[in-house]
Each structure stands twice: as structure tokens, then as C-alpha cells.
């Protein structure tokens, strides 16, 4: 009974895998066709799509392209991946498998963008314009979270479900 749970929830674990990496590349895709980098459509109130390419990591740190940077990331990247892919295979509860395959499926639609883009499509961008807070008086004006994509978006929940998994097993 044991191997066939495993193996089921390995199965939801790639599944996720594969859906994340199928929508993040179609979304950048047709970002890339439909916009012209640098140029954005408003979607919501505070959410405009915007054309990005982002050459260094997390919120554009080591953008100015070093070798030595562009080494230490892909090594960082390849050394996650080794983890992850330990982690998913120990892994005997199905919330750490969906959070392991959340994780790498992002991590992969990035280093997609990589191998195909030179650089991470991101697109995303979450601004507050023109917000008052009245309890506390404190007006937010022209505000804007750093672009991301839906890659972003997996491995940031996947951490979040990981986190929440140890808090849980700590007890």
C-alpha cells in the first residue's frame, strides 16, 4: 500500500511539475508576441502586464552580466536542483511533493527562458497608485513590486509550502 501512495503522489508531484512549466512558458510566450519589451497593458487596477527581460536573478541582482556571476548563478541553479530532486524523491507526504514539484517546475520555466531568451521573460507588475491607509494616515503613492512571472510565482509558494510543512513537522 505504502509504494502505491508514493507513487500517486509522485504522480500529482510531476503533473504539477509539468503544468507549472506549461503555463509560465505559454504565458511568457504570448507576452513576448503580443508586447514590445519595455511596454505594458493595464489588466486590473493594480496589475499591468509589462514586457521585461531580467539577465541576473531575483528582483535583477547581478543583472550587469559578469562571468563570474553568470557561473556562480548556474551553479547555485544546478545545486538546487540536485536538492530538490533528493528532497522529491525521500519525500513520503503529498504536500511536500506539490511544494518540491512547485519549486522545480518554476525553476525550469526560468531556465527555459535562459536557453531560448538569454534572459527571464517577466511580466507581472503589481503597483498601489494613489493608496491612503485612513486608520494610520499613510499614503502610498507610485508604488510597484519588482516584475515576475508565473515561474516566480511556483517557487515563491512552493517555499511558502515548505515552510509552513516544517513549522508543522517542528511540533
Known amino acids: 500500500m505504502k509504494n502505491k501512495l508514493l507513487s500517486s503522489q509522485r504522480f500529482v508531484g510531476v503533473i504539477v511539475f509539468l503544468f507549472i512549466i506549461l503555463i509560465d512558458q505559454i504565458s511568457k510566450f504570448f507576452i513576448c508576441r503580443f508586447l514590445t519589451l519595455g511596454s505594458s497593458i493595464t489588466v ?24 563570474w556571476q553568470l557561473v556562480l548563478i548556474n551553479v ?63 499614503k502610498i503613492s507610485n508604488w510597484h513590486w519588482p516584475a515576475f512571472n508565473i515561474a516566480d510565482s511556483a517557487i515563491t509558494c512552493g517555499v511558502f509550502l515548505l515552510l509552513l510543512r516544517s513549522l508543522k513537522t517542528k511540533k
Open 44 to 67: 486590473f487596477k493594480y496589475i499591468n502586464f509589462v514586457y521585461v527581460m531580467n539577465s541576473g536573478v531575483s528582483f535583477g541582482l547581478f543583472s550587469d552580466g559578469k562571468l
Open 76 to 138: 547555485a541553479i544546478i545545486l538546487a536542483f540536485i536538492w530538490l530532486i533528493k528532497e522529491y524523491f525521500h519525500s513520503t507526504h503529498i504536500f511536500h511533493s506539490i511544494a518540491i514539484a512547485l519549486i522545480m517546475g518554476g525553476a525550469t520555466g526560468n531556465v527555459l527562458d535562459r536557453i531560448f531568451y538569454g534572459a527571464v521573460v517577466d511580466f507581472i507588475d503589481f503597483h498601489i497608485n494613489n493608496y491612503t491607509i485612513s486608520l494610520l494616515n499613510i
